[in-house]
């Protein structure tokens, strides 16, 4: 599908990477979004964007922003926790937005749909894991909410004729939003530059991505996919251990903390310790990062450095 002159929904568009999303495509598209703010900045949009402030595991709000004028759904919104001490409502929550987005996208006949998808579907597989790695055995329910979403997809596009574009992403790094490592690292080392406590032994290892990166690749994979069940990896040939990032943020900082390990191979349950993804798949349909996941990180500590006023979260 090319991305012009199109009606678009974002679900979750306020957040990190629906928020680039609607900037990169507002110029030529009309965009609406809807977003509960539960993790969302209004701010982040850009002005020309229809901003629905609503919940989509409510049906009635799901009617209200599906109509059948969309060219596309891409649906982004999420409890997007790793670490979460609710797993059974991330379960039943990822699970309603996803199945009351499809069931009114078949009744009004929009039937192209984008969804984020996670490198957690693979758990501890071997590496670089391509898009047909088998068995999928997650080990944590943000990983099963994924896959069992991306069940319901595929039912979709074999038995409904949808297109769908499915991005298994590796971890995304931008601005603004304080969840995550990177933020983790950077508001821990304001408050005290001597001394930086890491979780696990610091040698975990994953790819990280740029968030206007991983836009631009969904973008080139939109139109150029031509499959109904378009499943793709997102990330970079590279890895940056958690050592590293906390080196990386230090030499932004221009700080030479000591570092305390928590202790064990991982972060927390749940966590995948090594991960990294093939993007064989995308390199074929003509896409390549141009940031290493090393670089990524920095651009990502800048980003954060740059918005220091962001409250940190949980961890992802
Ligand atoms: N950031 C990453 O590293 C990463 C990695 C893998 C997959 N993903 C997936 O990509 C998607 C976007 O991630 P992100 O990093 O931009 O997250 P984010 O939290 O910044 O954005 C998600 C948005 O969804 C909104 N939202 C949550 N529940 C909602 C609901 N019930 N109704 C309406 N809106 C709701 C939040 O307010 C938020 O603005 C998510 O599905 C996430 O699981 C992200």
Redesign the pocket.
Known sequence: MDLQNKRLLI?????????ALASQLAGDNEIRI????????PDSVPESVDLVE????DEA?VADVVTEDLDAVF??????YVNTDRPREQME?NET?TYNLLERMDEVGVDNILF?????VYGEAPRPTPEDYAPLEPISV?GVT?LAEEGLLSVYAHSHDFTVWNF??????GPR?G??VIPDFVYKLQEDPESLTILGDGRQEKSYMH?DECVDAMCHVIEHAQGSMNTFNLGTRTTTSVTRIADIVADEMGIDPEYEYTGGDRGWTGDVPKMRLSIEKLAGLGWEPSLSSDEAVRQGVRDVLDEPQNEPHLS?
Do not use: P, Q
Not at 75 to 80: F, I, M, P, R
């Open positions: 679900t979750g568009g306020a957040g990190l990477i629906g928020s809807v977003d509960d703010l539960s993790n969302g900045i609503g919940d989509i595991t709000v649906h982004l919104a999420a409890e997007k929550v937005m984020t998808s996670s490198s957690t943000y994924k298994r992403f590796a971890n995304i790094v939003y969840a995550g968030v992802v």
